[in-house]
């Protein structure tokens, strides 16, 4: 929180771009909670077990990785630590500070320090599919090249977290637009967009929605994204593809709206009725694959 709000003041343009917010520990742990039920619901296994791999794409400050590392039981938790849990983050700010606190919060729980070699510095997004490996823009190691490779080669289970949108933007025209992913934005076009029947849908080229085809695209035949974004995809014409693919794409598709978009509800006026203490509405979607 102190991070946010000091990143807010210092350049409130760059904090709306990367969706530099502050997760509330209770929705994390809500969230955690429903992928290990939803996992042993329709999988058959759990986030405890070896060998299913969690990947948080934008971790920010590490909440959604210190989370599970005070849900996991402390019998698992060594071989989850250093092979099952991942996280990329583009500042470098929030980067330091996710390292030191997933691994202070492991040392709290296990009595030990034991240094967290997957968290990655890199921009997600430009660490997609289509270009087959990371841009060298952010590969400043040796180090941070080998678990950038490494975590190529995993085959993620669960992908999980809040990745950035903008949420203060009303007019993706005029005010804030995000900078260009060449990658990810053909696939937007080629996907949810020409899906699409809305005449525009500049909006669709918001940064959750590149998370979400990122995600979409990353995962293999089973597992599950878990993602609390904007709400707009549940009822925008503009989402009209959007939604039609997640249904074709998907096995199961669980929605919990907030009903927290203050535009849309004057009972809920002002920002101290929503998550993030915003006006836009949020929701948290559950996306399954490869159901038994």
């Not at 809920?268 to 929701?283: D, L």
Request: charged residues 25%.
């Amino acid at each position: 929180m102190v991070y946010e709000n000091f990143y807010q003041a210092y350049n409130p343009k760059a904090a709306d771009r990367l969706g530099i917010v502050y997760t509330p520990s209770a929705i994390v742990r809500f969230m955690i909670e429903s992928v290990d039920y939803l996992l042993s619901q329709h999988f058959q296994t759990s986030l405890s077990q070896p060998g299913v791999k969690i990947l948080d794409p934008a971790t920010g400050t590490g909440t959604f990785i210190t989370e599970l590392i005070e849900y996991l039981p402390k019998r698992y938790l060594e071989q989850k630590y250093k092979e099952d849990l991942f996280c990329n983050e583009v500042g470098i700010l929030p980067y330091y500070i996710a390292n030191l606190n997933i691994e202070y919060t492991y040392q709290q729980k296990m009595g030990k320090f034991v240094e967290f070699k997957n968290i990655c510095f890199v921009d997600t997004l430009d660490h997609t599919a289509y270009q087959f490996k990371q841009g060298d823009l952010f590969a400043t190691s040796v180090e941070n090249t080998e678990r950038l490779k490494r975590q190529n080669d995993e085959q993620i289970t669960v992908i999980i977290g809040n990745p950035p949108y903008n949420a203060w933007q009303e007019n993706f025209n005029l005010r804030n637009p995000n900078r260009p992913y060449a990658g990810i934005d053909k696939r937007v076009k080629d996907t949810y967009i020409r899906a699409g029947q809305a005449q525009n849908q500049i909006a669709v080229y918001d940064m959750f929605v590149r998370f979400y085809r990122w995600a979409c695209d990353r995962l293999t035949s089973q597992g599950m994204i878990a993602f609390i974004t904007n709400r707009s995809f549940i009822d925008s014409n503009a989402f009209d593809g959007f939604r039609k693919l997640i249904a074709e794409e998907f096995d199961r598709v669980y929605i919990v709206d907030t009903q927290s978009d203050v535009r849309k509800n004057p009972k809920i006026s002002g920002t101290k009725n929503n998550v993030f203490g915003i006006q836009t509405g949020v929701a948290i979607m559950f996306l399954l694959k490869g159901v038994r």
